[in-house]
């Protein structure tokens, strides 16, 4: 009998011990996680609490897939090509306008309107990126300006705008569309004077 207490109270002691091993180590994990973080993008640095996504990164995000005019779609493609192609979440359907939206995980949302003519084919684009701080508009908009500069041809800025042409004719529109303590891009992609997608 004194033998099986003897066994139980080592048993006892050793499990203890583990227990105690463990806990420090998943600390010291959580520790050398901390001290691991990758930087910050230096043009996205916080001006809240809320993290921002690295301006890069989100500029991937918005342009999405490689090839065609946009995220991977190209002008006069049908709506179910453009709901195959797209990858964020659909959230608006009509018969001249389709939209899709995404959030990031730190409460930066993409909204994308695909905009149609009357035989159901991509004739228009609008994004909205919803940002958490001026900063990040200020980030996003160079990494903005630089793309659509390499690709379409600069036609002048005008106030929170800046205005590219496309070699189809089309207008390029990107615009800082903050208001007070709401923060965000506009990138318009259409015909100049399309009723559905002022430019």
């Known amino acids: 009998m004194k033998v099986n207490f003897t066994k139980q109270i080592c048993f006892t002691f050793l499990i203890a011990i583990s227990v105690v091993w463990i806990c420090s180590c998943d600390t010291k994990n959580q520790q050398a996680g901390e001290?691991?973080?990758?930087?910050?993008?230096?043009?996205?640095?916080p001006t809240t609490n809320v993290p921002n996504t690295s301006q890069s990164e989100l500029l991937r995000t918005v342009l999405g897939k490689p090839g065609g005019d946009f995220r991977g779609?190209?002008?006069g493609d049908p709506i179910s090509k453009i709901k195959?192609?797209?990858?964020?979440e659909l959230f608006e359907d009509s018969t001249d306008h389709v939209g899709f939206t995404y959030e990031t995980e730190n409460f930066e949302a993409i909204d994308v309107m695909y905009y149609l003519d009357k035989n159901q084919l991509l004739n228009g684009i609008r994004v909205d990126v919803y940002l958490n701080d001026a900063t990040s508009v200020?980030?996003?908009?160079?990494?903005?300006?630089?793309?659509l500069s390499g690709?379409?041809?600069?036609d002048k800025k005008q106030?929170?705008?800046?205005?590219?042409?496309?070699?189809?004719g089309r207008m390029v529109k990107l615009e800082d569309v903050s208001?007070?303590?709401?923060?965000g891009l506009r990138l318009s992609i259409g015909t100049?004077?399309?009723?559905t997608m002022p430019m």
């Open 84 to 88: 195959e192609l797209e990858s964020f």
């Open 159 to 168: 106030g929170k705008g800046a205005f590219w042409k496309d070699k189809g």
């Open 35 to 45: 001290t691991e973080k990758p930087a910050v993008d230096s043009l996205s640095g």
């Open 151 to 154: 690709k379409y041809v600069i």
């Open 73 to 75: 779609v190209k002008f």
């Open 138 to 147: 200020k980030g996003l908009w160079t990494q903005f300006e630089t793309y």
């Open 192 to 195: 100049k004077g399309m009723k």
């Open 179 to 183: 208001k007070g303590k709401d923060f």
